[in-house]
């Protein structure tokens, strides 16, 4: 089982993204979870949320304390203390940035860093910054967890045509670096 | 958290207040020059975010901010305008 | 002093960061409402987009700068109600009893309890912001809810399409209730609704005093966030939102509508109205137009076919 | 000595209220409380006690206005019964969530369906587990005094929850009886002005009454709340024992027994059924058999330790009720003094009897019945059907 | 099998109930409950279900509605939550003991104050003594299954009772997972459209219902209400069966025991919590310690039978739970588990474990703490104290 | 057929010997209403003085010879709402789905159901019996209590006598509810009544239809027991109750009242009004001529002041 | 009783009928000579005990009738009198 | 302890004359208790209540099923089977009537029988039939149970001086025969 867990703000689209991964999952024969955590804020405050994927069924009905991989939709965020908290030795950081390794205070434990611009790849592609099909795409690639093309098409199902190319660029655009 | 009572639930450890100026993707700006005083803006300004400063001049503050654009729209003169936010510059 | 004058010397009560949507009406609303009322005020949000958004507080912090609670969505009246009796007994009449609650709140789960303080005439301010429907919980219908407006319990269907009922409209409801005060609002006509909140402030010393106010949503309407004052413009214009007082248990319209313009010219760009058929339209129209004959029948003067 | 006079109980809790002196009375009628808040009204119509009083349209609002006189530090009463306690029920959980002080009547009424409008306490035991103190007086005097007890228990500082005092509805309610007045004089030394503070809607003193709370701050007020429960047991027996010195009667804290000390075994009775059952106690005793009494008086907190006390070295018990538990096939109170005293259970012979629902009469043959039923069923351990007690 | 797809906890809901092809659906929005109904609202508008929507000013009309529906022969269906819940509680109430059938998906939330929408299980037990039948969902593909499986619980001629369906707020409603969806012809035949006719407001059969009715004849009432409630222990296990051999899938019935043959002691949970329980169980069981579970599934009726013989020879018990009884400073459930293997408690150490108030979580640690507590208790016997489940 | 061939031939289907008071005027209208709906009917009664009167039955007997349910008093229009959709899903839609219901499970403890059922424009016929007071459970004050009314919870006192707060209208405020039909009638004017009664039941079918009675109550008002119907018709005389319809939106009086006689000849023989103070009285006109104005207004055909 | 079901408190075992001729003390008495068949009696009875009978004649039956006297003073020809109840005989 | 059972019908003020013997056994020191009957019915209909009354606390709270004495305010009752129900032996009924005790039925146990027209004192003092004053009269003088002039206090208190008069009319003009 991979334990995983998301940050991003109110209005990027983390719920809907991370249930596209579990439909992936289920779509390709194996289980995946999804738990969203319930703040009272809207748009712009940190939200965050619970994916586990795995090829039996998965039974634990809890938050993610030790994820094995992060995926961070804003890199603002890093700036809170819980972000980063409890990853696993060896975890795998997936995060929207323009910056670089260095500016991201990546912790020890961490073995890959995989940075994508899908704040860029919004913007360009509706004018605006939703950035989680991007996000998804870049998933896909780096953690090879859900199969490209059922991701494809549920993303295009759920969301248009459009994400569907979001997605895409993610996936291309990402760039992974091997910190162990 | 164990010097705290926990009776019946109060808040009176100061202002709760969230960082709304993150939300904007575009700011008001105002411009001095063809704006007539009128305080419209002000008057329509959900978040309370233009102000009549010291200097009598009705000015608008970023901290809060939400960059909704009413104000631009509303003022009679097409005084504001909205202006893309910049980089990660947030206020 | 004019309106803004008084506003722009008014100071905001209400924490400056709260979490309503970009261009919300009801945030606009609530810290009017409050800046008039001003420091020496007791306020109640029951639950809704307003007391959602962090004005009463998050664990052991406060929303506001003067006592705030969020009561339950069934009872603010009541709740208030037992507050003004108490500041009355203690010789402190002078402290404004005020709530500012959403339409659901008020027509629909609280609609007993307002009309029972109503009857009661307890000394309170009652303020509804009606952006028609449960926005807080997700944009389903209320029962202030346009005719076919789509809404996430009234959705656009093959079947059925939008709310199938027309509007409940309070502010006549609660005039009939012999209440001390009560008119409509909308934050366009912001110098009419200062005074509204002024008057409503000072007839809740006497009494009940009801203010119902035009409340766009952005978010569950579905238009532009820097459309509101346009929108609410357009309802007050096409008398889709009368503006009146009842002061005195006398009616006065305190917008003239000599030339109204239609109810196709309100809905057409607010996103809920997408797809409203010919019929609902007309529906609509001629709902609104017999209630504007009703208001200025009430309004009128003279006993006129006598 | 107070002066002595002879009243219902619905007219005992009107003038336990009244001596209590409370800000305001709000109540809507319901069958059989309606004359509790009649007599108040005339009261206050005449001047002659200082409360407002306001008539809401329903329940649900009488309880909501009392929780804004609450916080904004008021002292509320209210009287109801089942539907009405039902129809209250929202804002009545809140009320205790909220830790406000006051103190209700309760003139316990069996719960429709059927359409009914007579006693029984289905209405009190449903809503047990709402957070508020519930205690059953037996006869109209203990009716009147645990009002007055139940302000100072109810605004004690450790304590900090409303009261319900329940009383049998149409037994107690309209049952006319000698009760001892207490003085005015002594009742305002007994009963402070109010003094509680934790909760102000106040503009010179502002703060968030229930601000939005995460979970984990949450676990920290239903902790407090549970420990103040806890700790109700200690000070409602302080309060008892206070009110003896002023008034001369006391009632025994949580529990009262009767006849236990050499009792071979007892019988738990709650609220107006008591009297019956002591009649029926001595009555036995009288033919050689060595039964005992226990007095349920405080149901929450439930004074669990007291009852593992009350029936050590007990070889059986019944607990009577007029309320039924869905779930179990047995009353509630059976479920519960059960587990209290679960540790020692093994060997005890032990029944559920139900009787008295919807105005049904509890009998001292009923009451004859279930101590011969229980003493014939001690010599084999171990829970026994449920008693029924229904018209021979 | 059905087709799979992955949902949300209340969008399993909401299939579950249209599958059951409700003649009206009446609800109320609240958090978070709110899509289950605005699913079946789109699949309404939609055409795609015969359904009858009605969208109430209220809970306490949308149940009224719904006992409208029943009384006229229908099949009915709502959705709400805590303060939901507590709104409706007069017509919740009466609905029992009208013993009209119909299902309710109660999402289950804390109840305020503090002022909170996250989950718990409080809403639920606080109004466990309503007559309802309460079963808590564990995932997704239960809440779908056991809506099915409870309209035909709760039409069954034995049973005849409303059913809530319970599950976690939040940790079900908006977890998304697999769900294998029973094809609609299969719950036809496994689901036959409404037969009870015990109550039919029809002017071709006219009846009162619901005539004043004296104490001994709602006695009786009472009484066949008890032994329903007893004999859907049974119908529950023939229903549970009967829905494995349609759709492949059972749940074991009132209880359902997680490798406890072997157990020395076990752990008794709630709900969602279950899961994460397991795996606690599981990764215990690793490293020598020999634990059990048991997945308390029915809360009303109380399973007292399959609780004693799961209990039996063990030598400890924890009850976990997401709500408090505020008489007890323990969980209710404790409360009643304790109640019911009260015969064979002396021996035993055992605690009540509370966690998971407004939206805490309840971790994987947590469940580890509460075996490694019990496990450390078991030589001394006895109640040990209430483990709270806060944040380390 | 006049109303009273209508009525000498229409079968009563209430039990002949029920336990309202000699001369109630519930029990005259509840009669009436039913025996215009006929057998095919439901109808509930909510605990009141009806329900309470053993016209629901008891134990194992009905009091009705049509299917008849208590409801709570807080649930009748909600509750008759379920069974309205159910027969409407049957395809029985002839079926009357009816209610008599009193002032205080209507304006009170029902009132927010009732307003939403009306919103919702359920099928239902909603009677309400006026007797001004909750006199079942021994002749409290309800929110349609009249002004100065001595009740059990609002009694002669040296401090306060009577009751405080004007009367709740509800009529005028039902009739803002978007209704299908909307009237008042008294039993005194019984060719009125029985024809509002007939329009209620089919409009019923179209939507909500609601009539609200004035019904004189002997025991609780403390008159003598045959003169309920003089006194019912002083109220028509007196404007205290004025008699008027509202369908297809259109108001209109239906009882011209050119001389009203005053409301101190009202309340002169009803013995909740002894005592009434001059200023009471003064108040009470005043409101009864506002209201009546109001109503005039509202039924005016033109518009008047454009 | 034991084989009722008891499921529903419902009642269909025949009608509730109270005796409320024995409340009477007074019994209204028709004069059929300056009666004028209007009906209004019967429309102003509450009890329904006056009946249009077979003879096409308005007529007080005493079954049910309360004695309450209405019918006799909304006669508009003072056609009914309220005869005062003589000895055990109640209707 | 005496235990009494009271028969009267609605609007005969069963329960306020029944309150009075109870506040009139209090006001002599005594102890009294009074629980009334509630049916459904209005006006007319059978009600009951049950009067206990000692010189020690009365502590049993439930019907009386074997009364000691009987107080029926209307001789149409004694049709309904449950009047005479239960007579302890000995027992003494008390009734309103015209009737002979031949007509009355009364059961074997019953030891002293009396009877007043307290209708007819009723009609004779207020013109309409209330008969519960003129009862308590008959009551007094006839068991002994309460005194006399606190009896006729109270009722004159409660209900004024014309039934002041109507009590020891049916104090004086109750007729008690002795069975046994
Ligand atoms: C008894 C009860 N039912 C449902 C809810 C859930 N709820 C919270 S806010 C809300 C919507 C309120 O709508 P409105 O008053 O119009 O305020 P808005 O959200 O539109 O601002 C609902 C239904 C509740 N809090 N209490
Ligand atoms: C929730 C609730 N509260 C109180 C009652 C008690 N109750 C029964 S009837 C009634 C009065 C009803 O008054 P109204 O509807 O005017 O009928 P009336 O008795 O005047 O005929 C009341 C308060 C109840 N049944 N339910
Ligand atoms: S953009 Fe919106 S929030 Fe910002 S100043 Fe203008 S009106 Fe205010
Ligand atoms: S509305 Fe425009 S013109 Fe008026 S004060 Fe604001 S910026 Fe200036
Ligand atoms: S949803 Fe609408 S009402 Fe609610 S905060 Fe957003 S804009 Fe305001
Ligand atoms: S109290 Fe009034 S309304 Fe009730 S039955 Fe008697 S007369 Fe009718
Ligand atoms: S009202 Fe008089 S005149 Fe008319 S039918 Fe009756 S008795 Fe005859
Ligand atoms: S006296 Fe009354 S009940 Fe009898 S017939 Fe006349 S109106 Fe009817
Ligand atoms: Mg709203
Ligand atoms: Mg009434």
Request: with cysteine; charged share 20%; hydrophobic share 40%.
């Amino acid at each position: 089982m991979k334990e995983i867990r998301l940050h991003g703000r109110g209005g990027q689209g983390v719920v809907k993204a991370s249930q596209i991964v579990v439909k992936a999952a289920v779509g390709a024969g194996g289980y995946g979870q999804f738990i969203p955590f319930f703040g009272v804020e809207r748009k712009g405050s940190p939200v965050f949320g619970f994916l586990r994927l795995d090829d039996k069924a998965i039974r634990r009905n809890m938050q993610v304390y030790e994820p094995d991989i992060l995926l961070i939709f804003d890199d603002t965020l890093i700036e809170l203390p819980s972000v980063y908290e409890g990853l696993k030795e060896d975890a795998v950081v997936i995060i929207n940035s323009k910056k670089t390794i260095q500016q991201l205070n990546i912790p020890s434990q961490v073995r890959e860093v995989a940075i994508v611009d899908a704040t860029a790849i919004s913007l360009d592609i509706f004018g605006k910054n939703i950035p989680n099909t991007a996000m998804l795409g870049a998933f896909a690639k780096v953690t090879g967890l859900v199969d490209k093309e059922i991701l494809l098409d549920e993303i295009a199902a759920e969301f248009g045509e459009k994400n569907r190319t979001a997605a895409l660029d993610g996936y291309n655009r990402v760039q992974s670096t091997q910190l162990k | 958290m164990s010097e705290r009572k926990h009776i019946s639930p109060i808040g009176q450890e100061g202002l709760y207040v969230l960082d709304t100026a993150s939300w904007r993707t575009h700011r008001p700006v105002m411009d001095k020059n063809t704006c007539v005083e009128c305080g419209i803006c002000l008057s329509y300004c959900p978040v309370n975010s233009i102000i009549f400063n010291d200097e009598n001049k009705y000015e608008i503050t970023y901290n809060y901010c939400k960059g909704c654009g009413i104000c631009a729209v509303e003022c009679p003169k097409k005084s504001i305008s909205m202006v893309a936010e910049g980089g990660e510059d947030h206020g | 002093m004019n309106y803004i004058q008084t506003l722009r010397t008014a100071k905001d009560v209400v924490t400056p960061g709260m979490s309503a949507c970009q261009g919300c009406g009801a945030e606009l609303i609530l810290r009017r409402v409050l800046q008039l009322a001003g420091q020496n005020t007791i306020v109640c949000v029951p639950p809704g987009c307003l007391g959602g958004s962090g004005v009463v507080g998050w664990d052991y912090q406060t929303g506001m700068e003067i006592p705030v609670h969020i009561p339950l969505l069934t009872n603010t009246a009541s709740y208030l109600s037992g507050v003004s009796r108490m500041y009355q007994r203690k010789g402190r009449g002078d402290v404004n009893i005020v709530c500012v609650a959403g339409d659901g709140a008020t027509a629909d789960g609280g609609f007993q309890s307002l009309s029972g303080a109503a009857e009661r005439n307890e000394k309170i301010l009652y303020i509804c912001y009606d952006n028609e429907g449960y926005m807080n919980t997700g944009f389903q219908r209320s029962s202030t809810t346009t005719l076919g407006s789509h809404t996430s319990t009234t959705p656009l269907g093959s079947v059925i399409s939008g709310k199938e009922q027309q509007q409940k409209y309070l502010p006549l409801i609660m005039s009939m209730h012999n209440l001390s005060y009560c008119a409509t609002a909308s934050p366009s006509h912001m110098a009419d609704m200062v005074a509204k909140i002024e008057k409503g402030l000072a007839w809740s010393k006497e009494g009940f005093a009801y203010i119902h106010m035009f409340s766009p949503c952005p978010t569950g309407w579905l238009y532009d966030i820097d459309q509101g004052i346009q929108i609410a413009r357009k309802a007050v214009q096409s008398n889709f939102f009368p503006l009146w007082e009842m002061e005195n248990r006398k009616y006065r319209m305190t917008y003239d509508n000599k030339k109204p313009i239609s109810i196709a010219d309100f809905v057409k760009d607010i996103g809920k109205f997408r797809d409203l058929s010919e019929q609902d339209l007309a529906a609509i129209q001629s709902m609104v137009d017999d209630r504007y004959e009703k208001l200025k029948k009430l309004s009128s003067e003279a006993d006129c076919n006598e | 000595m107070g002066e002595i006079k002879a009243m219902t109980g619905n007219t005992a809790a009107a003038v336990g209220a009244a001596l209590s002196r409370p800000d305001v009375i709000a109540a809507y009628p319901i069958t059989p409380q309606s004359s509790v808040v009649e007599y108040l009204s005339d009261l206050v119509h005449n001047g002659s006690i200082a409360s407002t009083l306001v008539a809401t349209e329903s329940e649900h609002s009488a309880m909501s206005v009392l929780q804004g006189v609450a916080s904004a530090g008021g002292r509320a009463f209210t009287a109801t019964s089942s539907q009405g306690l039902a129809f209250m029920y929202e804002p009545y959980y809140q009320m205790s969530t909220m830790r406000l002080p006051m103190v209700m009547a309760l003139v316990t009424r069996e719960m429709i369906s059927p359409c009914t409008v007579w006693g029984g306490q289905q209405d009190a035991m449903s809503v047990r587990d709402a957070g508020w103190i519930q205690l059953y007086a037996e006869n109209n005097q203990e009716i009147m005094d645990m009002i007055i007890q139940g302000y100072l228990l109810s605004e004690h500082k450790d304590v900090l929850m409303p009261v319900n005092v329940c009383y049998d509805g149409f037994y107690l309610s309209h049952l006319v009886e000698r009760v001892d007045i207490p003085e005015q004089s002594k009742v305002d030394a007994f009963l402070p002005a109010v003094s509680f503070d934790h909760v102000v809607l106040d503009p010179l003193r502002p703060m968030a009454v229930d601000s939005l709370t995460s979970g984990e701050v949450l676990m920290r007020y239903r902790m407090s709340h549970l420990e103040a429960m806890q700790k109700t047991l200690d000070v409602l027996e302080e309060v008892d024992e206070k009110f003896y010195a002023a008034f001369g009667r006391k009632y025994g804290g949580a529990i009262e027994e009767y006849r236990c000390e050499d009792a071979e075994f007892v019988i738990l009775t709650i609220g107006a059924m008591t009297g019956t059952a002591r009649d029926a106690v001595d009555y036995c005793r009288d033919n050689g058999t060595k039964v005992g009494l226990i007095k349920l008086r405080y149901t929450r907190p439930f004074p669990q330790q007291r009852l593992i006390k009350a029936l050590a070295g007990k070889k059986g018990f019944a607990v009577i009720e007029k309320s039924v538990c869905y779930g179990w096939n047995t009353g509630p109170m059976y479920v519960e003094t059960r587990s209290a005293v679960s540790e020692t259970l093994s060997g005890l012979s032990h029944f559920s009897a139900i009787g008295g629902l919807g105005g049904a009469d509890i009998s001292l043959n009923h009451m004859i019945s279930v101590i011969d039923t229980l003493q014939a069923s001690l010599n084999t351990p171990g829970q026994k059907q449920t008693l029924w007690l229904v018209k021979e």
